[in-house]
């Protein structure tokens, strides 16, 4: 089955506790991508990812890293987290930057 | 700063009735055309896609594009309960980023 895989699915920490919050998918995409969705905002990009070690920052970079060392893995790095990072995170992936997005399941933070 | 506008709603309709989603956006360079569902604590999930101006028909779904008003629209004919989520319009300008809109929620009233 297509798939795009975040994990985890719910965290709950405390500011400046670096955390990682994989995403993984199946279907041999090249183009990977994170957004932040919030009340209100919609889907603000993070970062994305052309291919295996090519990313570029999204709208709303700061705070956040990423990595693509593999093509089906795109890790979203928090190195020092704090409380206005708390939001629902999805990790999307499709063949191109201008296809249509195959979404994981979403992995809502809660930074205290 | 590029954008993407859609009315937040609440848009509500009865059952069987067209609901009529808007969605405009400021870059007229943008090339690529989204309309995602996305249920309540659920993902986004592709409804339809445009890339040419015209419609666009998948089953009870009709996409609209007009890029000289900029603006795309999505069309649900027959609508059903089910059909009640927040639909999000994306937009992607022919580089590798692609905006959403902030949603628009419907609600089809059995």
């Known amino acids: 089955e297509a798939q795009v895989t975040q994990n985890p699915r719910y965290l709950i920490t405390v500011t400046g506790k670096k955390l990682t919050v994989t995403c993984s998918q199946n279907?041999?995409?090249?183009?990977m991508s994170w957004y932040r969705q919030d009340p209100g905002l919609g889907l603000r990009q993070i970062y994305y990812?052309?291919?295996?070690?090519?990313?570029d920052k999204g709208d709303v970079p700061e705070g956040y890293k990423v990595s693509r060392k593999e093509k089906r893995n795109f890790p979203l790095i928090l190195e020092s987290p704090s409380p206005n990072q708390t939001s629902l995170y999805f990790c999307?992936?499709?063949?191109?930057?201008?296809?249509?997005?195959?979404f994981g399941d979403g992995t809502r933070l809660s930074i205290l | 700063q590029k954008e993407v506008e859609q009315n937040s709603g609440p848009l509500s309709v009865p059952e069987g009735a067209i609901a009529s989603l808007n969605c405009t956006y400021s870059d007229r360079g943008s090339q690529s055309f989204f309309w995602y569902r996305q249920y309540s604590g659920k993902s986004p999930e592709l409804i339809m896609f445009i890339y040419s101006n015209g419609d666009k028909e998948d089953g009870r779904f009709t996409a609209q594009l007009n890029k000289a008003s900029q603006y795309v629209s999505l069309l649900i004919r027959d609508s059903q309960p089910s059909d009640s989520a927040t639909y999000l319009c994306a937009v992607n300008e022919g580089g590798f980023k692609t905006i959403f809109g902030a949603g628009t929620r419907l609600f089809v009233k059995a």
């Open positions: 999307a992936s499709s063949p191109g930057a201008n296809q249509p997005q195959h």
């Open positions: 990812s052309m291919n295996v070690e090519v990313t």
């Open positions: 279907m041999n995409h090249e183009y």
